[in-house]
C-alpha cells in the first residue's frame, strides 16, 4: 500500500513525521509524495496561529478529495486543542493528538479490519514522553533529533501548552544512541530540537542541556551540533562555560526575542526584559564573536502602541540580529491574550511586518557582508552542473565550486558576491 504525508509546522513535527514514515517502510509500505494518489494519507497538523489551523484544514480538505478512497489520517497540535473541528470534515477515519503517534501503523492496520473511525485523544498535561527513534532522514545531510516535549511558561498569546503538554524529556542514553546511529549513518549535522529545546532535564534536576551537550560533543564523527531554538533564560553560565569548550556547537543561536519593549515583555509574561536579553547577548558575542544571532518576533500583541513597537524597532537594531522570523499577533481561544482589551488592527499589524522584515533582509545582508572573500566550510545538501550548495556552521546559504563527489562532505569555499538571501562563489 502507499502512504503519503503532509506536515505542518515546527521541527518537532517534522522530526515525528518522519519517524512515522520510518514505521511505515519497516512494515513494507511504500512512500510516496503528497500530490501523488495513496492507499494512506498521514497530515502532521501545526495550530500555533489562526493562519495554521486554516492551512490545516485545507490540507486536510485537499487530501480527502484526492484520495477519495484513502484512509485519512490526521495527527498533532491541531487535532489535539480542536479534534472537534476535524471530526466535522467528512473522510477522515483517524485522529490522533500528541501522543501515540508511534502507534499509527497499528492503528492503520486495526482500521483496515474493522473499517471504524477512531479518535485518540487524551489529555496531555500530565504526560511522560513518548520516545521516539530514527537512523535516517529523507534529507542525506542534517538529521534532527527530537529530545523534549512541552511547555510550563504559558506566555499569554501562546497556546503551545495546551497542544503539548507538560515539559517532558528523553533518556539521555536514548539521546546518544541515536545520535549515534545517525553519524554511523554518515550525518555530520545533528540538529536537536523540541518545544522548549533549552529546558531538558529540567524536571528531573539532576541532568540538563548542557549535561547533554558536553556528552554529545564526544561522539566521535558527529562534526556539527545545532540547537534548533533557545530561550534566553535558558543561557546560564553552565551553558555558556559548554558554548566556550566545543567547537562542535555551531556559530548559530536562535533565540526568540518576541518584543523589544518592556512593557509588551510584561504582557506576554514573559520571563525576562530586554535588558536581561542584551546582556546576555553580549556575554555571547564575548565568546563566539561571529555568531549568528537569529530571534522570533511578535507583532501587534494587544496594547502595542506606536511608541512600544517602535521602542522594539530600535532594540532589534541594537542587537543587530542576523535575521528576523516576524510573526503578526495571532488570537488564540482560551490565551490569556485573548481577552485583552485595545487588540491591534490587522492593517496596522501587516504595516509593522513588512517594516520589520524590511530591516531583517538590511541587517542579513550587513551579516554577510563580513564573510565576503573569506575561507568559509559548507556541508554539502547538492549538486547540480558542478555547482554544490550548502550550509555554513553559522547557516548562511552558499553556493560554490564542486561536484557530486562532494555532497555530505564539508568543503571550503570562498564567496565573491552576495545574491540575496545566499552567498556565491562563483562570479
Do not use: W
Amino acid at each position: 500500500m502507499k502512504v503519503s504525508f503532509y506536515t505542518l509546522g515546527c521541527k518537532v513535527n517534522l522530526y515525528e513525521t518522519e519517524v512515522v514514515m520510518s514505521k511505515f517502510k519497516n512494515k513494507g509500505y511504500e512512500i510516496v509524495d503528497f500530490s501523488d494518489k495513496a492507499d494512506i494519507v498521514v497530515i502532521n497538523t501545526c495550530t500555533v496561529t489562526n493562519t495554521s489551523d486554516k492551512k490545516s484544514r485545507n490540507i486536510i480538505r485537499q487530501a480527502v478529495k484526492n484520495n477519495p478512497d484513502a484512509i485519512i489520517i490526521v495527527m498533532g497540535c491541531y487535532t489535539q486543542v480542536r479534534s472537534e473541528d476535524i471530526k466535522n470534515i467528512d473522510g477522515v477515519n483517524i485522529i490522533i493528538g500528541n501522543t501515540n503517534k508511534s502507534k499509527i501503523v497499528e492503528l492503520v492496520e486495526e482500521y483496515i479490519k474493522t473499517k471504524e473511525n477512531k479518535v485518540l485523544v487524551e489529555n496531555i498535561m500530565n504526560t511522560s514522553f513518548e520516545s521516539m527513534t530514527i537512523d535516517s532522514f529523507e534529507t542525506k545531510t542534517r538529521a534532527f533529533v527530537k529530545i523534549q516535549d512541552g511547555c510550563n511558561n504559558y506566555c499569554a498569546y501562546c497556546i503551545i501548552p495546551y497542544a503539548r503538554g507538560n515539559i517532558r524529556s528523553k533518556e539521555k542514553e536514548d539521546v546518544i544512541k541515536e545520535v549515534n546511529y545517525l553519524v554511523e549513518n554518515g550525518y555530520k549535522e545533528v540538529v536537536l530540537t523540541g518545544i522548549h529545546t533549552g529546558h531538558y532535564g529540567k524536571e528531573r534536576y539532576d541532568y540538563d542541556f548542557s549535561d547533554l551537550l558536553n556528552e554529545l560533543c564526544k561522539i566521535d564523527n558527529l562534526l556539527r551540533l545545532r540547537i534548533s531554538s533557545i530561550e534566553i533564560t535558558e543561557l546560564d553560565d553552565k551553558f555558556l562555560e559548554t558554548l566556550k569548550n566545543n567547537k562542535k556547537i555551531v556559530d548559530h543561536l536562535h533565540i526568540p526575542l518576541q518584543s523589544g519593549c518592556d512593557k509588551t515583555l510584561k504582557e506576554m509574561n514573559r520571563k525576562y526584559d530586554t535588558s536581561y536579553y542584551i546582556n546576555k547577548i553580549n556575554k555571547i558575542r564575548k565568546i563566539r564573536k561571529d555568531i549568528s544571532i537569529t530571534t522570533d518576533l511578535i507583532v501587534g500583541f494587544p496594547n502595542e502602541t506606536d511608541e512600544d513597537f517602535n521602542k522594539t524597532y530600535n532594540f532589534i537594531k541594537k542587537v543587530n540580529f542576523s535575521k528576523i522570523h516576524v510573526f503578526p499577533y495571532s488570537r488564540r481561544k482560551n490565551t490569556k491574550a485573548d481577552l485583552m482589551e485595545n487588540q491591534v488592527p490587522e492593517n496596522i499589524k501587516k504595516e509593522r511586518v513588512k517594516k520589520i522584515l524590511e530591516l531583517s533582509k538590511e541587517l542579513e545582508l550587513n551579516y554577510m557582508k563580513q564573510f565576503l572573500n573569506k575561507e568559509l566550510e559548507i556541508l554539502v545538501e547538492k549538486c547540480e552542473d558542478n555547482i554544490v550548495f550548502g550550509h555554513t556552521p553559522n547557516y548562511i546559504g552558499v553556493k560554490g565550486k564542486g561536484t557530486i563527489k562532494d555532497v555530505n562532505k564539508i568543503i571550503t569555499v570562498r564567496p565573491k558576491r552576495i545574491e540575496y538571501p545566499i552567498m556565491e562563489e562563483i562570479e
